[in-house]
């Protein structure tokens, strides 16, 4: 059966991260790929076989063509990105190990995409045909315009009768608390699915976990249900997501997640992740949880397949989720031994 697309709205960035592990001061050179919280969900969605487009911005040069191709690379739909302004924006990225954090430094201001007009984007067009739309607060964050623009497509969603999905992705360098919650709580009417972690909840919507510590590694799911209700009664969303990250080290993670909906908590199974890339594994999650929300699968299938997407990405260089159903199938089936498929 044909599913309506996904459509996404944020920002394009040129990754540069170093070879392997090594720290920015041993780098001579830098590797690069195209990546941004919306665009990784698009590509995930499309390699496991759904229509996906990225609504954006790129400036009308080689690097922005580039960006462009890469999305077409991957069967995501470009037909709606404006073009135009002067930079991609761009995030360096040091890979950590055992118990050194990754790091990661943003050079995104004054990009194409944070200094879009809203009215560079005709959402009535783009949301004629779609099936979903989704933001996150990384979007939000970077401008006013943008601000403006996620309300605006918000508005038109909800016109056209299509689920809102919202990713938090709280980034403190990209704004405080405050400005947060004064841009993001009125989004909230028009997400019908709420995707978060403690710490989003937290500094955006200003509703806590109890019984957490993340830097301790002690996760309280009780605290996270409880959570997940709170916000479901406050703001009236039809689903809330919560990934549970539990970090021995950087090198080693326990990853699981919880879906609250229709007044119940569903839990999926924990991994133990050895972790190649860790970064896009939350978009890997969403991506996974409305793949499985547009195929109608049941509460606790829905968990588990969005978890088990997102386990697979921490195994796999780069942002982009490049899992297909099957593999997605065979982890959450109990297959998890890694051997060698011939």
Same mark, same amino acid.
């Given at each position: 059966?044909?599913?309506? @697309?996904?459509?996404?709205?944020?920002?394009?960035?040129?990754?540069?991260?170093?070879?392997?592990?090594?720290?920015?001061?041993?780098?001579?050179?830098?590797?690069?790929?195209?990546?941004?919280?919306?665009?990784?969900?698009?590509?995930?969605?499309?390699?496991?076989?759904?229509?996906?487009?990225?609504?954006? @911005?790129?400036?009308?040069?080689?690097?922005?063509?580039?960006?462009?191709?890469?999305?077409?690379k991957y069967h995501v739909l470009t037909d709606h990105i404006a073009y135009g302004g002067e930079r991609l924006g761009v995030y360096y990225l040091?890979?950590?190990?055992?118990?050194?954090?990754?790091?990661?430094?943003?050079?995104?201001?004054?990009?194409?995409?944070?200094?879009?007009?809203?009215?560079?984007?005709?959402?009535?067009?783009?949301?004629?045909?779609?099936?979903?739309?989704?933001?996150?607060?990384?979007?939000?964050?970077?401008?006013? @315009?943008?601000?403006?623009? !996620?309300?605006?497509?918000?508005?038109?969603?909800?016109?056209?009768?299509?689920?809102?999905? !919202?990713?938090?992705?709280?980034? &403190?360098?990209?704004?405080?608390?405050?400005?947060?919650?004064?841009?993001?709580?009125?989004?909230?009417?028009?997400?019908?699915?709420?995707?978060?972690?403690?710490?989003?909840?937290e500094k955006v919507l200003g509703i806590r976990a109890d019984r957490t510590d993340v830097i301790a590694g002690k996760l309280d799911l009780e605290?996270?249900?409880?959570?997940?209700?709170?916000?479901?009664?406050?703001?009236?969303?039809?689903?809330?997501?919560?990934?549970?990250?539990?970090?021995?080290?950087?090198?080693?993670?326990?990853?699981?997640?919880?879906?609250?909906?229709?007044?119940?908590?569903?839990?999926?199974?924990?991994?133990?992740?050895?972790?190649?890339?860790?970064?896009?594994?939350?978009?890997?999650?969403?991506?996974?949880?409305?793949?499985?929300?547009?195929?109608?699968?049941?509460?606790?299938?829905?968990?588990?397949?969005?978890?088990?997407?997102? !386990?697979? &990405?921490?195994?796999?260089?780069?942002?982009f989720n490049l899992s297909t159903p099957d593999e997605v199938y065979q982890l959450i089936s109990g297959d998890g031994s890694g051997r060698v498929?011939?």
């Amino acid at each position: 059966m044909e599913r309506k @697309k996904f459509v996404g709205f944020g920002e394009l960035l040129l990754r540069l991260a170093p070879d392997g592990y090594l720290r920015f001061p041993q780098a001579e050179r830098f590797n690069l790929n195209y990546t941004g919280a919306e665009g990784n969900m698009a590509v995930s969605l499309a390699y496991m076989g759904m229509p996906a487009e990225l609504v954006t @911005k790129l400036p009308d040069h080689e690097i922005g063509r580039c960006a462009e191709r890469t999305l077409a690379k991957y069967h995501v739909l470009t037909d709606h990105i404006a073009y135009g302004g002067e930079r991609l924006g761009v995030y360096y990225l040091e890979r950590g190990a055992s118990q050194r954090p990754s790091k990661v430094i943003y050079d995104r201001k004054h990009s194409a995409f944070a200094e879009a007009d809203p009215s560079e984007y005709d959402w009535d067009t783009i949301l004629a045909d779609a099936g979903w739309f989704h933001f996150t607060g990384i979007t939000a964050a970077l401008s006013n @315009k943008t601000a403006i623009a !996620c309300r605006e497509a918000c508005i038109a969603a909800k016109r056209h009768g299509v689920p809102v999905s !919202c990713d938090l992705n709280y980034r &403190k360098s990209l704004w405080t608390t405050e400005r947060a919650q004064q841009v993001m709580l009125p989004l909230m009417e028009y997400v019908d699915v709420l995707i978060a972690n403690e710490e989003d909840s937290e500094k955006v919507l200003g509703i806590r976990a109890d019984r957490t510590d993340v830097i301790a590694g002690k996760l309280d799911l009780e605290g996270y249900r409880a959570l997940a209700e709170r916000l479901t009664n406050t703001f009236g969303f039809r689903a809330v997501a919560i990934t549970l990250r539990e970090s021995v080290s950087a090198s080693v993670n326990h990853w699981s997640a919880l879906l609250f909906t229709g007044g119940q908590a569903y839990h999926s199974r924990k991994y133990t992740m050895q972790i190649v890339d860790r970064v896009g594994g939350g978009d890997s999650f969403a991506s996974g949880l409305i793949y499985a929300m547009l195929w109608d699968f049941d509460p606790q299938k829905t968990v588990e397949f969005a978890a088990g997407a997102s !386990c697979l &990405k921490h195994s796999i260089e780069f942002d982009f989720n490049l899992s297909t159903p099957d593999e997605v199938y065979q982890l959450i089936s109990g297959d998890g031994s890694g051997r060698v498929v011939r």
